[in-house]
Nanobody, 128 residues
Framework: QVQLQESGPGLVKPSQTVSLTCTVS??????????WSWIRQPPGKGLEWIGG???????YYNPSLKRRTSISRDTSKNQFTLQLSSVTPEDTAIYYC????????????????????WGQGTQVTVSS
């Protein structure tokens, strides 16, 4: 069973870059036909897809966030990382990493059933 665990700072200041890491166990991030995503949920709102990386290493981004987003991976540690730059209070949310079998999921709106496995989520608050 694939398990995911997010880690990163809980509080960042406006204009800074937040970096989050997802550590994966029970499966390899290089597995073919497996797709790994970052998703967030702002307070009182639904789930929003940020971007993802396929087992091949190809990356995909939500067009509305692409300018500020970078997703990479460290295959030796079986981790993938999100960097979101120039953050504002509107980026305050619970950030999740998730995985699904099959093709990349590139729709901005996400539902829980769109992914097979989820991390528990990590709160990121942007405040001065």
């Amino acid at each position: 069973q694939v398990q995911l665990q997010e880690s990163g700072p809980g509080l960042v200041k406006p204009s800074q870059t937040v970096s989050l890491t997802c550590t994966v166990s029970g499966g390899s991030i290089t597995t073919n036909y497996r797709y790994w995503s970052w998703i967030r949920q702002p307070p009182g709102k639904g789930l929003e897809w940020i971007g993802g990386i396929a087992g091949t290493g190809s990356t995909y981004y939500n067009p509305s966030l692409k300018r500020r987003t970078s997703i990479s991976r460290d295959t030796s540690k079986n981790q993938f990382t999100l960097q979101l730059s120039s953050v504002t209070p509107e980026d305050t949310a619970i950030y999740y990493c998730a995985s699904r079998a099959g093709p990349p999921y590139v729709k901005p709106v996400v539902f829980r059933y769109d992914y097979n496995n989820w991390g528990q989520g990590t709160q990121v608050t942007v405040s001065s």
